[in-house]
């Protein structure tokens, strides 16, 4: 019954703060491949299954896999060479360029007899290239814009060289052209072959990017699947409490969420 | 290439760097065999190596030899420490003396002088790691914990240091023998270097400093963010540990030797980070040289001021270091690292 294609997933995990269980027993697989996309309300659990899926935050009971083994029991170092993290709000030390902030995505590659080589080099430069930070290398991380910023911090990740990437609201902070900008990168890290999980906000973004949603609500997945069977209004309704209709998004096809207006219908003057 | 690679400064520039520090080190150290109530100039200085008859040979081979060598194993332990120190916590304000590590090694060793009548040294060593130990932990759980930020790890620090500093002072006053034995070692001082058996305080120092080094990479990482560092395969907690026992054992054995001294943990690492960057791997080497140069400095610097008497070494420190830390507080972006 276990679905052979997940390489992470949480098995009847309960995951939580201190004594405080936000989700309990839950069981999640991330599809092999895809873009998958954890929405719900503020405070459904989302972010914490994330972390858990990280192993940033141990799950009291029950287990987290990755290539079906706990992922707990694995050295940090070798699970960091399969699956990276881009967590919410990263802090960079006052001072460091562009190019030593990427750099350091290469620590689980190297040891103290491996010390830094032209394939690191050559993966760092990869990586900027890809989030079109190359121009920036010698920069300050601190003198750039919140969407560069994030990029620089995309291209960490990428030069960590995991088939498997979590971002923890990779958008929050950003302006649209920039939500979209990150948002557009994903995607095209996906389409090469990253097995993606993020957690988003924004419904419409998570139903024009996903290629696999997960919608939460009171640390339980109440839904899972492709975009177009998980945004229907019963489903947003259930999760959110936002009436609302569906339509087609004129440019991708994709769910649109488009909330009831909940003001009351003008009341002819008496 | 490398230049614009792997950002400024230029490997050069920072292998130029030490060669600088390691120079103005040999100078120093020379001027602090020279320098004191007795001033030598360079050729009895020679003599005092070379020529076992002459007047200055006692001087120079059981007083300022010795004087020198503990200032600089102290000075390159405390720098290496506070370097740590900051690395670990993310806090610019750590430090060993400010975070009562010194303070609490200082405590322990009253309490065993007073208390049980300890004498030898090793005794005092042992006695100031547990100190430094219980009061470093002490000052991580006053401040929160894992939810410890700069300011409430600052201000735990501040009041754990005033209740040790409270309490050496009153075992002191209640006890003169006490008080006449530590009464130099009390404010930090380099005056009793010819009684302290130098290997022990060497050679801890040299392990300790060996293996806080080799935590730079780490370091790196988890400058990143706890977060950000497991994902990288670091594990925070594991880190934080070496780190401290690292710690204890510079702050501890410095403080055995030297007594509490505080600020050349704070001062260096700003000083060297505004040179190296924030790379560790340059960070932690360039704080052990410079808190080694910083330290023997105040020393030649406390017995230049007062001759013929002098200024302890800790004293001098302090007043160095105080407006620097006041100008560190009031910069505005002071809590990033």
Known sequence: MTVPTSPLSTANATIGYGRVAVSEGLTVDIPEGEFTVIIGPNACGKSTLLK????????????????????HA???????????????????????????????????????????????????????????????????????????RQRVWI??????????????????????????????????????????????????????????????????????????????????????????????????????????SVRPAPVAAV | MTATATGAPPTSRRVQGLLALAGALAVLAVLSVAVGSRAMNLPEVWSGLTDTASDAYPVVTQMRLPRTALGLTAGAALGLAGALMQAMTRNPLADPGLLGVNTGAAAAVVTAVHFIGLTTFTGTLLVAFAGAAIASVACYLIAGAAGATPARLALAGAAVTAAGYAYVSAVQLLDTATLEQMRFWSVGSLVTAHTV??????????????????????????????????????????????????????????????????????????????????????????????????????????????????????????????????YLVSRRKVARL
């Open chain 1, 52 to 71: 858990a899926l990280a192993r940033t935050l141990r799950p009291s009971a029950g287990r987290v896999l990755l290539d079906g083994r706990d992922i």
């Open chain 1, 74 to 148: 694995q050295s940090t170092r070798s699970v960091a060479k399969r699956l990276g993290l881009l967590p919410q709000g990263p802090t960079a030390p006052d001072g460091i360029t562009v190019a030593d902030l990427v750099a350091r995505g290469r620590y689980p590659h190297q040891g103290l007899l491996r010390q830094w080589s032209a394939e690191d080099e050559a993966v760092v430069a990869e990586a900027m290239e890809a989030t079109a930070v190359t121009d920036l290398a010698a920069r300050g991380v601190d003198e750039l814009s919140g969407g560069q």
């Open chain 1, 155 to 260: 291209a960490m990740a990428l030069a960590q060289q995991t088939p498997l990437l979590l971002l923890d609201e990779p958008t929050t902070y950003l302006d649209i052209t920039h939500q979209i900008e990150v948002l557009d990168l994903c995607a095209e890290l996906h389409r090469k072959g990253r097995t993606l999980v993020a957690v988003l906000h924004d419904l419409n973004q998570a139903a024009r990017y996903a290629t696999h949603l997960i919608a939460m609500r009171d640390g339980a997945v109440v839904a899972e699947g492709p975009p177009a069977d998980i945004v229907t209004a019963d489903i947003v309704d259930e999760v959110f409490d936002l009436p609302c209709v569906i339509i087609d998004d004129p440019e991708t096809a994709t769910p649109l969420v488009i909330p009831r």
């Open chain 2, 197 to 326: 058996p130098l290997p022990m305080v060497i050679g801890p120092v040299l392990a300790a400093g060996a293996a806080g080094v080799l935590l730079a990479r780490p370091l790196n990482a988890l400058a990143l963010g706890d977060a950000t560092a497991t994902g990288l395969g670091v594990d925070p907690r594991v880190l934080r540990v070496a780190g401290i026992a690292a710690i204890t054992v510079l702050a501890g054995t410095a403080t055995a030797a030297c007594g509490p001294i505080v600020f050349v943990g704070l001062v260096v690492p700003h000083v060297v980070r505004a040179y190296t960057g924030p790379d560790q791997n340059w960070v932690l080497p360039y704080s052990m040289l410079t808190g080694a140069v910083f330290l023997l400095a105040a020393d030649v610097l406390g017995r230049v001021l007062a001759r013929p008497s002098e200024l302890q070494v800790g004293i001098v420190c302090a007043v160095v270091g105080g407006p620097f830390f006041l």
